[in-house]
């Protein structure tokens, strides 16, 4: 897609791109991206500003653009949220049943709690860059 249409998209739809979801780039943010060569040189930009958009941005960007791409891209949008959701359930699933094992045994969970802080801290020293002269 053209970055034309794009814009073109956007702006017939702006009431779908509240500020956290779009922005446009100041003069100043131009420069720097210009000068670290992230954009070729204002002459590319045709004299408008780029828009920058975040995640939620993207996910609204692909429902306003009719291309065959931008439906496959919201439709895993749609399908990676449900898998996100499902995921968050069996997360609480899992930390509910772990607060009922730690409720109904506090000793078990005391000694892994503090075999799980001894191999932690016995990993951080073998972590540890030796000092010192060292022979080859």
């Known amino acids: 897609i053209e970055t034309r249409v794009l814009k073109q998209a956007v702006k017939r739809n702006l009431n779908r791109f509240p500020e956290d979801f779009m922005f446009e780039l100041h003069a100043d943010e131009i420069e720097n991206l210009v000068s670290q060569f992230v954009i070729p ?4 930009l045709g004299g408008s500003k780029p828009f920058a958009f975040t995640e939620q941005g993207v996910a609204m960007l692909s429902s306003v653009l009719n291309s ?8 895993a949008i ?12 069996s997360l609480e699933e899992i930390s509910k049943r772990i607060t009922e094992v730690e409720n109904k045994f506090p000793d078990i969970y005391n000694a892994l709690n503090f075999l799980m802080e001894t191999n932690q801290q016995e990993t951080e020293q073998k972590q540890r860059s030796p000092i010192g002269f060292q022979k080859k």
Do not use: E, H, P
């Not at 040189?41 to 590319?44: I, N, V």
């Open 41 to 44: 040189s204002k002459s590319k």
């Open 68 to 75: 065959k791409k931008a439906i496959a891209v919201n439709i």
């Open 78 to 89: 749609m399908r990676t949220f449900v898998v996100l959701r499902n995921s968050l359930l």
